[in-house]
């Protein structure tokens, strides 16, 4: 339950910096400006996928401890 509750949050965030970077124009911008925008568009990218991974599959957490 624990890993769905931290997808949820991951998708969450990844969509929400997916949608600021694109409206604000994608990672256009000249040297190490534009290639941290553009970093900061794959992070959101990969934030929402494996955001959306966690939670479909839940990762395994039984809840249980040792």
Same mark, same amino acid.
């Given at each position: 339950m624990k890993n769905r509750i931290y997808g &949820?949050? #991951?998708v969450l965030l990844g &969509?929400?910096?997916l949608?600021? #970077?694109l409206?604000?124009?994608g990672g256009s911008g000249q040297g190490a400006y534009g290639?941290?925008?553009t970093t900061? +568009?794959?992070f959101g990218g990969l934030l929402l996928i494996?955001? +959306?991974y966690? +939670?479909?599959k839940g990762g395994g957490d039984t809840g249980k401890k040792a």
């Open positions: &949820g949050i #991951g &969509g929400a910096i949608i600021s #970077g409206i604000s124009g290639a941290g925008r900061g +568009l794959v494996v955001g +959306l966690y +939670l479909v």
